[in-house]
């Protein structure tokens, strides 16, 4: 049984970072398509940066050049580093996964059979 666990949200000045964490549970995350969504009040759920089994990385265009997605798979963990954060980027984030490679539908979510609780971020101005 896959678990995943979010931590690191919180709140932050506009300008500000954080790293978001996932940790996976019941697997190893190296034969999984993982990544990062995030709903905003009132919005709708948004890929935001994905990682396949082969290291490939890929980033929604709100966010390129400033957050980064990686994983440690000693550690059985996914990160999200996020940096000059804006207002706009406040957002429930949720980490998901699916076995096997990334599909063309990335940030899909109905592409991921397994998504954890979620984070809270909020960006301040």
């Known amino acids: 049984q896959v678990q995943l666990v979010e931590s690191g949200g919180g709140s932050v000045q506009s300008g500000g970072s954080l790293r978001l964490s996932c940790k996976f549970f019941g697997y190893t995350p190296s034969s999984f398509c993982m990544a990062w969504f995030r709903q905003g009040p009132g919005k709708e759920l948004e890929g935001v940066a994905a990682?396949?089994?082969?290291?490939?990385?890929s980033y929604a265009d709100s966010v390129k050049g400033r957050f980064t997605i990686s994983q440690d798979n000693a550690k059985n963990t996914l990160y999200l580093q996020m940096n000059s954060l804006k207002p706009e980027d406040t957002a429930m984030y949720y980490c998901a996964a699916d076995y096997g490679g990334c599909t063309y539908l990335i940030f899909r979510g109905e592409e991921y059979s397994y998504w954890g609780q979620g984070t809270q971020v909020t960006v301040s101005s």
């Open positions: 990682v396949d089994p082969d290291g490939s990385t």
